[in-house]
């Protein structure tokens, strides 16, 4: 259900949509939707805001913004942080999209810079660009640790630059905030329609853009605080590992399972799994990337996965 849509009013297209998943947890939704105010959400931005588990008290709280740019859309489907994403995408209008937790602050003057940014051309085609981010901390972290040997995932571990005044490369971070253009999103592919649940998706996106000859950039100058409370929904074991090997197998290919499923069991059996459900979870999310529509869909990608690799390594580029 869409409760406000502006597809066929006539109106102008926004020059940026902002996508927010929200699971429940309606309180704070409305902190970030007037944080969204106080950093200065202007003309031309719609707010996207995509329910996984449709209530009243969430859309309660977007109809009493009273914004005609604001939309509220009912996504309950799949569970999951990914699919109400890919829903919110797939009706955006604006040439820009920025997806951002349910749960965020933006700094003051975030969308102005944000639009001069755009209007200079700072982000080139083909890049993911994310901010930096802070949980409650004086610390602005930027890109991750990747630890691709043990989980095939990544932790905040570098501090922004903010001696940078324009964007610069990093390997890949969270995906509390993604901006990027709307083109590029569907180019991409966007996330696999196999994800499920939250978590093991993060990385695989990144790598995406750096292996379709894209880039993903680190924005210094534009941040937010992110809160890492309780949430609505659990983490699931299974889910979390069956999600890392779909996104293996679409990024690193068939050998996916050779190189790294050693290395997953090991490390899930470390928080308490069995090792026989591990593997069995490997299998079966490399078998439903093999038979979802990224990989049945032919890609133009430039770069292999080790060739990512080595360009980071050769580029310097923080992982």
Not at 31 to 51: C, H, R
Request: proline share 5%; charged share 20%; net charge negative.
């Amino acid at each position: 259900m869409v409760v406000a849509d502006l597809k066929n009013t006539g109106q102008e297209a926004p020059w940026l949509s902002i996508v927010i998943p929200v699971r429940g947890k309606e309180n704070e939704l409305w902190f970030t939707l007037q944080g969204l105010l106080n950093a200065g959400l202007e003309a031309g931005i719609e707010v996207l805001v995509v329910d996984n588990e449709p209530s009243k008290d969430v859309r309660d709280v977007c109809e009493s913004f009273g914004r005609p740019g604001l939309r509220y859309l009912e996504a309950g489907t799949v569970k999951g942080v990914n699919y109400p994403r890919s829903f919110g995408a797939s009706v955006a209008r604006g040439q820009w999209l920025l997806m951002l937790d349910s749960h965020v602050l933006m700094k003051p003057g975030s969308f102005a810079l944000l639009r001069e940014r755009i209007r200079s051309g700072v982000y080139p085609a083909k890049s993911l660009i994310h901010f930096g981010v802070s949980f409650g901390s004086p610390e602005i972290w930027g890109a991750y640790r990747l630890t691709l040997e043990s989980n095939f995932w990544g932790t905040w571990h570098h501090l922004v630059d903010t001696n940078e005044p324009d964007p610069y490369p990093i390997g890949a971070t969270g995906n509390w905030a993604l901006l990027t253009r709307l083109s590029d999103w569907v180019s991409i592919g966007g996330f696999n329609d196999a994800f499920r649940g939250y978590g093991g998706d993060e990385i695989y996106l990144q790598l995406k853009y750096w292996q379709s000859g894209g880039q993903v950039l680190l924005d210094p100058q534009i941040s937010g605080s992110h809160w890492s409370g309780p949430r609505a929904y659990g983490v699931t074991p299974m889910e979390l590992v069956v999600n890392t090997a779909i996104a293996g197998r679409v990024v690193v290919g068939s050998s996916f399972l050779a190189r790294f499923g050693d290395a997953l069991v090991a490390h899930y059996c470390d928080k308490g799994l069995q090792s026989d459900a591990v593997r069995s979870a490997l299998h079966r999310g490399v078998l439903q990337a093999q038979l979802s529509d990224e990989l049945t869909t032919p890609r133009q990608w430039s770069r292999s996965f080790d060739d990512v690799l080595a360009h980071w390594r050769d580029s310097r580029i923080p992982v």
